[in-house]
């Protein structure tokens, strides 16, 4: 098995919510800490990483990428732990639908992403995002997010990129 704390979802499209890859609808988003009755619902067959696992952590909190009309079914799963001074973003995927060529909506990753920076807003860390890049992911991460290579995969997104992702996906907040 890989690494689960390495980072390696591609960035899609960065859209203003979510978008459908076939009609071009947007949908708004928000995200939601996961609940023990969403965890029920999470099948192991269905995702790449163990999420039953990694929101045991209690070092860190996972969240669901939601539909704002539709929260009970799951677009994304992001877990973020606070390091006191930024957000570490230790796994992030997409849910089964959402991968491959035939996803059904571009944008999830670039959403989630995003809400991490919302939330290191939210804590006082000017939006400073870090984790660790599969190697061959970095130059698209940078590219995509802003982010830039702190050491090795270790990569981050600085209060400028952050910016940037949160205005996109958050408008309301800007």
Request: charged content about 25%; overall charge positive; hydrophobic content about 40%.
């Amino acid at each position: 098995m890989t690494n689960p704390q390495i980072v390696g979802v591609e960035i899609d499209k960065l859209t203003r919510s979510i978008e459908n890859a076939i009609s071009g609808d947007s949908f708004r988003t928000e995200a939601l800490e996961l609940t023990i009755s969403d965890l029920k619902r999470i099948k192991k067959s269905e995702w790449l990483f163990d999420w039953k696992y990694e929101a045991k952590q209690t070092d860190k909190t996972v969240y669901k990428l939601v539909i704002v009309e539709n929260t009970t079914i799951t677009q994304g799963l992001i877990s973020l732990q606070d390091r006191g001074d930024h957000i570490f973003m230790a796994l992030i995927e997409s849910s089964k639908f959402n991968r491959g060529a035939n996803k059904l909506y571009l944008g999830v990753p670039g959403n989630l992403v995003a809400f991490a920076c919302k939330h290191s807003f939210d804590k006082g860390y000017a939006g400073y995002v870090s984790f660790e890049s599969k190697t061959k992911l970095k130059e698209h991460y940078r590219k995509s997010l802003g982010a830039h290579v702190l050491f090795g995969n270790v990569m981050a997104i600085d209060t400028i990129a952050a910016h940037i992702l949160v205005n996109q996906y958050f408008p309301e907040n800007s």
